[in-house]
């Protein structure tokens, strides 16, 4: 996961580098870097996010509370943790958070 993280670090930063170089462009050329860098910034984010999760979830493990929603402590269900190892509450509290 960090060997993901950091090639989709470098690949922003080449492509931004190779976008903003001079040339003959229209409105819609310089459009497409802005859309593509957006792009490449959420998949950076999720990525962060993800791997933020995952530690959190090893953490757990560590003190003995994996398996337990961080919020109420409530048991999260084996399928819920089979689907998502990280998940960090119950599929009634993940509903309600959002």
Partial sequence: MRDLLKRQETAVREDHEAETGDGPWDFGDQAQPLAADAT?????????DRLDAIERALGRLDDGTYGRSVR????????????D???ELTVEEARASR
Avoid: K, M
């Fill in 85 to 87: 190892p990280a998940a």
């Fill in 72 to 83: 109420s402590g409530a048991l999260i269900p084996d399928q819920r943790l089979e689907a």
């Fill in 40 to 48: 490449d910034e959420n998949v950076e984010v999720t990525l962060r």
